[in-house]
């Protein structure tokens, strides 16, 4: 994993400066130290910003029902913006990248071609995945004469979905066992340059694809499968693919500025109960104690949605432990890879069906996640002010002693616990959380009703099942986005992308 005092840190090039005509004067003015042609290496450090963002935490934080607030737009079912929409942008210097590096025999730089096939194939994973169809062959594309396509054409989602996983697996045999650290310097905050970790993401991201897809096209699900389980998946915690945040102004876990004064935002009912009904520890990092009322000192999640008079005081705010300043941000964790391994072994997904193995990983991947939020927090003890985790090993040991821990059942009632453990451990991974509710179908969310006093917005109580276009598309793409909005029953949040079929 990256460390930052052990990597020198690159300054990645950012403009190019235009020469005069005039020959003495642009000798005069020329400055000797300039980089004119950047190496294609230094172009992917702006690039790295992917693996630091998600939505704002109002929006799918309230979506997937891991935070709750009375005034969100998202939670009371407006129309909403997620924050995920620019992330295609980023495929203009990636593609810049790729186009440099493409030809090149240069191994520096068929690594660098590999690893913008990765980030590129991640970054439109989450923006189709919160939207549908969304412009892919055509984003951040510039032609022979150098001008930027600002109206490109929206793509559809199984055509996204058929193209990056080729370019994830271009990447993988690129890297193949090649042994290399490539110089990306403190901008590359999740692996250090390390190429066969990235090819592990790529792998893992495969996997988390083919799941997704499995309900709709299992043909194309099996095929990838077949391919990911001939290559090293994310094999531990230490390879996760977080980046990593420091407790330097600059360097913080992006929601802790967001989240630091304690009463923005509180959790949420749907998490709260889940993680009460079956005594998880980790309800301690996720929740608050009660401030007043008749439940305080206790735990009660504020319902998603809430429309009535009320005292948020009244109900548990957001645990510190999930915006502490040094918090990673999380992109595809060893605890999802553990519960994707358990769905495919349950259902015989490109292995053979295997209840045990599905046990085992369930396990890895409950356990995994309980050690991860085990994170140390400050608050006062006895008097004193300490720093300590909010429960202890003996508790992890007792948890998975528990039933909740064992799956039992019927193969659907074992796939829900797998699919309902996982969205507890994709804590403020907000976009995979969103995700992986639509595609399971679990925790399922009831429609709203009239008289519950949760707003029913834009949707007449029904949960939208995807994020809607920006109103700026209206105005810059307005003929691509035509299209676009009238494949989605008129740009509707309930119009249902096409993976999300259960």
């Not at 998600?54 to 607030?69: D, G, K, R």
């Not at 924050?83 to 593609?95: I, S």
């Not at 980030?119 to 022979?144: H, L, M, W």
Request: aromatic letters at 12%; proline letters at 4%.
């Amino acid at each position: 994993m990256f460390r930052k005092n052990n990597i020198i840190i690159l300054i990645p090039l950012l403009a190019f400066m235009f020469s005069c005509t005039d020959r003495g004067y642009e000798d005069v003015n020329k400055n000797i130290n300039e980089i004119t042609d950047p190496k294609p290496i230094h172009l992917l450090n702006s690039a790295f910003g992917i693996f630091n963002s998600s939505s704002t935490w109002s929006t799918l934080a309230e979506l997937s029902h891991q935070y709750a607030e009375t005034s969100n737009q998202a939670g009371k079912y407006y129309r909403f913006d997620t924050g995920v929409w620019g992330n295609y942008k980023a495929n203009l210097n990636l593609n810049d990248v790729i186009n440099r590096t493409k030809d090149s025999q240069d191994e520096t730089d068929r690594m660098t071609y590999a690893l913008a096939k990765i980030f590129r194939a991640y970054a439109f994973q989450k923006i189709t995945d919160c939207y549908g169809d969304v412009p892919f062959s055509e984003a951040g594309v510039i032609d022979d004469a150098g001008a930027f396509n600002v109206t490109p054409k929206y793509d559809k989602q199984e055509e996204i979905y058929t193209a990056t996983l080729a370019d994830l697996d271009e990447a993988i045999d690129i890297i193949g066992d090649k042994s290399l650290t490539l110089a990306l310097g403190s901008a590359d905050r999740v692996y250090g340059g390390d190429v066969q970790l990235w090819k592990k993401f790529a792998n893992s991201l495969r996997l988390r694809m083919a799941m997704r897809i499995r309900f709709v096209d299992e043909a194309k699900a099996l095929e990838v499968l077949k391919k990911v389980w001939t290559q090293p998946l994310i094999d531990s915690p230490e390879e996760a693919a977080d980046y990593e945040n420091f407790d330097e102004p600059g360097y913080y876990y992006y929601g802790y500025v967001g989240l630091k004064a304690e009463t923005r935002t509180n959790a949420s009912k749907m998490m709260v109960d889940f993680l009460k009904s079956n005594s998880d520890p980790r309800l301690y990092s996720y929740a608050l104690p009660v401030q007043q009322g008749p439940m305080a000192g206790q735990y009660a999640g504020l319902p998603n949605g809430y429309d009535g008079g009320t005292n948020r005081d009244n109900f548990s705010y957001a645990g510190k432990v999930s915006y502490q300043k040094t918090l990673p941000t999380i992109n595809l964790s060893y605890s999802e890879v553990c519960f994707l391994k358990a769905e495919a072994y349950l259902f015989g997904l490109g292995v053979a069906k295997n209840e045990s193995e599905a046990q085992m990983y369930y396990a890895k991947g409950i356990e995994t996640s309980l050690n991860f939020w085990r994170r140390p927090d400050t608050f006062v003890k006895d008097g004193a002010e300490v720093s300590e985790p909010l429960y202890s090993e003996q508790d992890v040991t007792d948890f998975m002693s528990s039933s909740a821990a064992s799956l039992s059942g019927t193969q659907e009632e074992k796939f829900k616990m797998i699919a309902e453990q996982k969205w507890a451990s994709l804590m403020t991974n907000w976009v995979e959380a969103y995700a992986e509710m639509r595609r399971t179908g679990y925790p399922a969310v009831k429609p709203r009703v009239v008289g519950e006093e949760l707003s029913l917005g834009d949707t007449q109580g029904q949960w939208p099942r995807r994020a809607p276009y920006p109103d700026s598309e209206m105005l810059n793409n307005q003929e691509n986005y035509d299209k676009a909005s009238a494949a989605t029953d008129g740009n509707s949040m309930t119009h249902r992308v096409w993976w999300d079929v259960r």
